[in-house]
């Protein structure tokens, strides 16, 4: 393999940061804009007294709860605002992945000779720059009308159902699999010859349609190398559920691929900085391979979880990570190749530098095969439950505390969550059993909307709930009622129904929940954290506002506000 040379540091700079990101990579924290001042508290016992409801009783009761449902969507709307902007994530994705698709076999060879026909053969250079243009804005048509096309033919509800869906989790986990296996050489994924023979004929009709089929010519020959990053941009942007993903991943895709092409048709001087064509162009491929092998199985966790099948542990997540890191170290320390590599002569600084990243990171996760925290990575990996090998401690310690005991012998579903309950606390996971035992406790109701796919949850959960003062609250002064939104388990036939809300049949035990987080909260993402009190109304303080929901918010000091005025707000009310 040819060695890097002086210039060779340019051609791995977009692979370290790749690298990083990849190995490193946390997801944008949301802000949580609601911080109330704590609400003084005040202890005060109540007479109870037993009533006949009358009508007019029944239709106040009746009044009073739709005032409160109505009153709640109007705080949540406030709270929807301050979603994380995940379409400049996908963006984001999509330009590193572009930047990175330069980078390979298939398209950074391709970079003088495009350059060169346009500088020479346009006869000026104003002509050439305008051509120039005209190519890398093509190319951007090309890949954002790809993504438009994924969402036509899906649509929103589609690609909301996709995150869940085990089907398509599958078949992501086999077209990644599928889409590593062809990185590291094993065989190419092509479009028929044809196609790239018929556009390439239609390029040299000349003026600015043959410039578009000469862009059209580049996309199909370079599918080989592109097809992987771009199927799994639009695996990821489509599990983000939002209409608008797959088109904003190919525009950051096609922008950072389609601007190198322009900028040295601008500047061609700056053709002789760039590093000669050789066996580093393969080695970009082969990394690229092992990372989409990695990210494959975050998808076959996801249907793991949903679907109970109990045998894709965080163990054995965790033992495939550091196997993939560790081949991939060892192949770019030149220890093993394929058979269409170069030998390696000797190491080069940069390459070593990606070596130590990726070693570093293997000896990292190596701690969490005894129940490491792991929390730069805890996102992507399944629950610590899933552990069955864990030596680390519990924040207050394991027992439970005798306060939290209830007349419920029972506890519903308790079985069906064991792989995604949070140790030391005891979450209750039926709404009407958790109104009961706040009444009997004298507790508020803390509602953790969340589900096993969920990837800020197990953030929140790892960096957030962690800390001893937040899971102090959570585990002492709540009763905690844990809603999983995605749980495949199928309802009794007396307990399916038709939605209110949305019209659907609800046969599953996680599209009850989701139904009554959209029907009485107004809001389908998680996590969501609802502060209520035994009779489900949410707490407010003595001015009479509503302490609005969570989103997810990795800051420890308003996540505690947000508990604290709970606490206050119930007291108050007592």
């Not at 570093?360 to 701690?367: D, K, L």
Request: aromatic share 12%; hydrophobic share 45%; net charge positive.
């Amino acid at each position: 393999m040819e060695p890097f040379t002086k210039p060779g540091y340019l051609k791995t700079g977009l692979l370290v940061l790749l690298t990083i990101i990849v190995v490193f990579g946390a997801a944008i924290s949301p802000v949580n804009a609601f911080q109330k001042k704590q609400a003084d508290t005040v202890s005060t016992s109540g007479v109870s007294f037993t009533t006949i409801p009358t009508a007019a009783d029944s239709l106040a009761a009746r009044k009073k709860h739709r005032d409160s449902v109505e009153k709640t969507k109007t705080v949540v709307k406030a709270v929807a605002k301050e979603k994380p902007k995940t379409l400049w994530e996908i963006f984001i994705a999509g330009l590193l992945g572009g930047f990175t698709a330069v980078l390979l076999p298939c398209i950074y060879p391709l970079l003088p000779l495009t350059v060169s026909f346009f500088t020479k053969k346009s006869g000026s250079r104003a002509k050439g720059v305008l051509q120039s243009l005209t190519y890398g804005l093509s190319i951007i048509v090309i890949y954002v009308s790809l993504g438009m096309l994924i969402s036509i033919i899906f649509g929103s509800d589609a690609l909301n159902a996709l995150a869940t869906n085990g089907i398509f989790n599958m078949f992501f986990f086999l077209l990644l699999v599928v889409f590593g296996i062809s990185f590291l050489g094993a065989f190419e994924i092509t479009l028929p010859s044809s196609l790239a023979n018929k556009l390439d004929a239609n390029a040299d009709k000349g003026g600015l349609t043959g410039i578009f089929f000469m862009a059209s010519t580049l996309v199909v020959v370079s599918f080989s190398c592109t097809g992987p990053i771009i199927g799994t941009l639009l695996v990821d942007a489509a599990s983000k559920g939002d209409r608008l993903g797959p088109a904003v991943g190919m525009l950051g895709f096609s922008l950072a691929l389609a601007l190198p092409f322009t900028a040295f048709a601008l500047f061609p001087a700056g053709l002789k900085s760039l590093p000669k064509s050789g066996g580093w162009l393969n080695s970009v491929k082969v990394i690229l391979g092992f990372l989409e092998l990695a990210f494959a199985l975050k998808f076959l966790s996801n249907v793991d979880l949903a679907y109970h099948w109990n045998w894709f542990d965080r163990e054995i997540f965790l033992s495939l990570w550091i196997a993939i890191g560790l081949l991939m170290g060892l192949y770019l320390i030149g220890k093993i190749k394929f058979s269409h590599d170069s030998d390696l002569p000797y190491l080069s600084v940069p390459r070593t530098f990606i070596a130590i990243v990726v070693f570093a990171f293997v000896i990292y996760m190596v701690p969490g095969l005894w129940g490491a925290p792991l929390k730069s990575i805890s996102a992507f990996l399944p629950p610590i439950a899933t552990q069955d090998f864990d030596l680390s401690s519990v924040p207050g310690g394991s027992a439970l505390p005798a306060a939290q005991q209830s007349s419920i012998k029972v506890k519903k579903y308790d079985g069906v969550y064991d792989r995604i309950k949070t140790r030391g606390t005891d979450p209750w996971y039926d709404y009407d059993q958790a109104l009961q035992v706040s009444k009997e406790l004298h507790k508020p109701i803390f509602i953790d909307f969340t589900g096993f796919n969920c990837v800020n949850c197990r953030k929140m959960e790892a960096n957030v709930w962690t800390d001893p003062r937040v899971f102090a609250h959570l585990r002492n002064d709540f009763v905690m009622l844990q809603l999983v939104v995605d749980d495949k388990t199928n309802l009794d036939p007396k307990e399916q129904f038709i939605s209110q809300y949305s019209g659907k049949k609800i046969t599953t035990l996680g599209g009850k929940w989701s139904d009554f987080e959209a029907s009485r909260f107004n809001s389908n993402s998680q996590p969501f954290y609802v502060l209520l009190d035994g009779e489900g109304n949410m707490l407010t303080d003595k001015s009479g506002t509503v302490i609005p929901p969570s989103p997810a918010d990795y800051d420890i000091s308003s996540y505690l506000k947000f508990l604290e005025s709970g606490i206050a707000a119930y007291k108050d009310k007592r």
